[in-house]
């Protein structure tokens, strides 16, 4: 589980820019749900580290209807499940194109957009300078 100082650090850095994700000291695991703990080996020595904000859509879907009224002037909109170049998969709204755009393996970079909160939240836009 998450604990509420990991999630303040991660928002912190959402903040500044940056995608913050763990890198444990003693086994290599990486781990973007932050925690006090590595997931993999329970270890407490976890590094934290800003991510380029590079991946590649590994899965995506299209909302057409609204799950709640915050939602409605936002459909359609796209989900993507993106594999990011330091190791971990992260569910993101694909903005800036046509949802029509997204296709697994498009590469993708990582910004930082207000979300429903208001506050700055990872989004994803198609990466055409490395597409194909
Ligand atoms: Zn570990």
Do not use: K
Not at 5 to 23: D, P, V
Not at 64 to 75: E, G, K, N
């Amino acid at each position: 589980m998450t604990d509420a100082s990991s999630a303040a650090t991660f928002r912190a850095g959402c903040a500044r820019g940056e995608l913050l994700y763990q890198r444990c000291a003693a086994c290599g695991a990486v781990q973007l749900h932050t925690r006090q703990r590595c997931g993999h080996c329970h270890a407490a020595s976890l590094d934290w580290l800003a991510s380029r904000r590079r991946g590649i859509v590994y899965s995506h879907t299209t909302v057409q209807r609204a799950p709640s009224a915050a939602f409605r002037t936002r459909v359609p909109y796209v989900i993507a499940l993106v594999d990011v170049d330091e190791g971990f998969r992260l569910m993101l709204n694909v903005v800036d194109c046509a949802p029509a755009a997204v296709a697994i393996g498009a590469p993708v970079r990582i910004e930082m957009r207000d979300g429903l909160d208001g506050a700055p939240w990872p989004h994803a836009v198609l990466d055409v300078a490395r597409g194909d």
